[in-house]
C-alpha cells in the first residue's frame, strides 16, 4: 500500500496529491521497495511478478505538466525534479517553466518504470472492451477501439439507447423493428422522402449493419447525407451507396459514394460527402423526391455507377 509514498513520490518529482481517484493496476518490479517496506510475499507468489492493484490520488501525476498529455517514455527531468515528456523539452527550449533551470538532458527512469508498468482499462469497457492499455497509449487505443459506443438511430423521442454496434444491431431488431426499412446488399429499392421527412434508417437482413439517410433543407437545396452507424475504428470503404434521385421523369441525379462510419447520427448538414438536390428542381414537386438507392459491400456502387 505504500508503494507510493511520499518519499517515491517525492524522487519522481511530485509535489501534491488532490483528491481524485483512478483506479490502475501495477503490473512490474517493486523487489526495491517490497524491500524497503517489508512486505512480505503471499504464499506460493513471486514478489517480483504479482500485480498489486493501486489507488492513485491524482490521475494528473501520470500527466505531462506542460502539455498535461500522458507521459510517455522518455520522460525527462530538470535538476529540482520538474517533469516534461521530449516533445514539450523541445517547445521550451529546454528550459524548466517551473523553475527556469536546463531540461531535457537527465531522464527520469523511475517515472519512465512506473509508466511502462501501469495498465488502464479501456473506457468502453462497459461496452464490451477488454483490453488494458499502458497509460501512455491510452489516447490512441480508444481512436482503434471497435467497442467505441454507438447511439440510436431511430428519430424517437423517448430512446436514448447506447452501446456497442453489435448490441445496437440487436436493440433496433428488438426495439425499433416497425421504424427501419430492411434491406439486402446489392439489391436496389425506392425511398420516397416528402417535404416534412428528415431521416430514414435502414438495416441489413443478414449481419444488421445500420445505415441513416438523412436530408437537410437549405434555401439552396437538399442536403442529402448516407452514413453507417458504427464505430469510425472500422476506416472508410467497407461499404458504399449508390443513389438515383428522381425528380421527375426528366429530370434524375446520380451519385455513388463511400459511406462513412459515425457513431451517431448527424444533426446539422455535412461539409463534406453529400448529394445537393437544387432547390429549383425540388420546387416541381413540393420539395418531394423518390431515391432509388442501393447500398454495397467494398466498393461495388462505384462499379455498378
Known sequence: KKLLGSRNLKALGFSHLSYLYLQITIHGYFKCNMAEQQIPPAENQSSSTTPVSLTLLDPDVLECPICREPLKIPIFQCENGHLACSQCCEKVKKICPSCKSPNGYSRCRAMERVIEACRVSCPNAKYGCKENTSFGNRASHEKQCLFAPCFCPVPLNDCNYVGSDKNLRNHIRAKHKDHVIPIVFDTPLTLVMGSSEKIACFQEKKDGELFVVQAFRKS????????????????LGRFSCCMDVIIDPSIKLKQASTVREIQKKIHEEPKDSF???????????????????????????????
Open 220 to 235: 439552396y437545396g437538399l442536403v442529402v447525407s448516407v452514413n453507417c452507424i458504427a464505430p469510425s475504428a472500422h476506416g
Open 275 to 305: 448529394m445537393l438536390i437544387p432547390s429549383h428542381m425540388l420546387m416541381l414537386t413540393d420539395w418531394s423526391f423518390g431515391i432509388d438507392i442501393c447500398f454495397s459491400r467494398g466498393m461495388d456502387s462505384f462499379i455498378r455507377a
